[in-house]
């Protein structure tokens, strides 16, 4: 059997802590979910983690804060795993509170190196009397069996907007705790706009790999009605739950053509593309993974048609342009300084 992430150890190591109906929020290996005493629900907002939740009886999977499994007053026991944005960890304390049922126990465990710590502060802000109960695994476990409750969870309440503008086009983005680059438009990705603008790609359906809050897909068709010419849609994906339900947001209120969908990578999607863009990520919680990229970059010439362009930004030290040459065709750089480099891969 393979390892657990330790924060999952450290549940397993304090199981004893569990009573009744259990709710884990920021579920990160579905696996866990056997060698745990107890049913309940799992919410995990990773698409991959969610397609491989087992039909295990008396669980209930859920995929991000909007899913309609998550009803108020369900559960006895509330575990949140620390996430990576300090941000998100309110947003997962307060659907902690609205999950709990009268006289619920919350534990918190999360990762030394993750930011425990810090976090606790957050914690003590709704639980003033959490106590830590456990140090191993290189994880804390605190738990808190009195904290303020609240009635109603509304995810609408924790959107917010912001403006992005790049080469004269501006759109409103949509952003919730967790989610990339929430409130601004990253330096990586104004870079990838702005070659856009300059070397527009070739007329066709498109594909926005990796999505974040759909920032590429809607910038483009809007810069697309600047020039006078009529937009080409642009399909959007993401694993991350927030990330889909941001970028259908800004895709509506940009009047954005395209389907937005949640893939764990190329996995859910079935269309040959005349392009494909992407900023795509290179962090696994707080760990530097490339792998999520290299397999896309293995897989991405089966989606993009006979002459078909993939356009790429990354960090210019990440090592991706070889494997591109290998797996797509000849590879332009299109615009790079010490920070980032803007591909271009032409499918053979």
């Known amino acids: 059997m393979s390892a657990l992430p330790n924060a999952h150890e450290a549940l397993l190591r304090n199981r004893d802590l569990i009573k009744g109906r259990l709710a884990l929020i920021g579920l990160s290996d579905a696996t866990l979910l056997s060698r745990l005493p107890s049913g309940g629900i799992a919410m995990t907002e990773h698409a991959g983690v969610f397609s491989r939740m087992p039909a295990i009886k008396d669980w209930q999977p859920a995929f991000g804060y909007d899913d309609d499994a998550l009803k108020a007053a369900c559960a006895d026991t509330l575990v949140v795993f620390l996430p990576k944005a300090r941000a998100e960890l309110t947003f997962r304390l307060e659907l902690a509170r609205w999950l709990a049922a009268d006289g619920a126990r919350l534990l918190l465990i999360g990762e030394k190196r993750e930011g425990i710590a810090g976090a606790v502060k957050q914690l003590k802000l709704v639980a003033p009397e959490a106590a830590k109960v456990d140090s191993a695994r290189h994880c804390q476990v605190w738990l808190a069996e009195a904290f303020v409750p609240v009635t109603t969870f509304d995810l609408e309440a924790w959107m917010q907007w912001h403006p992005v503008e790049c080469a004269g086009v501006r759109i ?168 980032f480099t803007v591909y271009s891969a032409k499918r053979r």
């Open 172 to 339: 409103d983005v949509a952003g919730l705790p967790g989610i990339f680059s929430d409130g601004q438009l990253d330096d990586g990705t104004a870079m990838l706009l702005q070659s856009l603008a300059e070397q527009p790609l070739p007329r066709g359906y498109a594909l926005d790999f990796a999505c974040g809050a759909g920032v590429i897909g809607s910038w483009m068709q809007c810069w697309q009605r600047e020039q006078g010419i009529e937009p080409s849609p642009v399909d959007a994906v993401d694993v991350q739950s927030q990330a889909v339900i941001c970028a259908k947001a800004t895709y509506t209120r940009a009047q954005a053509l395209g389907d937005v969908m949640a893939s764990d990578g190329l996995a859910g999607v079935t269309r040959k593309y005349r392009a494909i863009v992407t900023n795509p990520p290179f962090h696994t919680g707080v760990r530097t993974d490339t792998s999520m990229t290299e397999r896309f970059l293995q897989q991405v010439a089966v989606h993009l048609q006979p002459g078909g362009e993939l356009r790429l930004v990354a960090n210019s030290f990440l090592p991706y342009e070889a494997l591109m040459t290998k797996c797509i065709g000849p590879v332009t750089r299109l615009q790079c300084d010490k920070r």
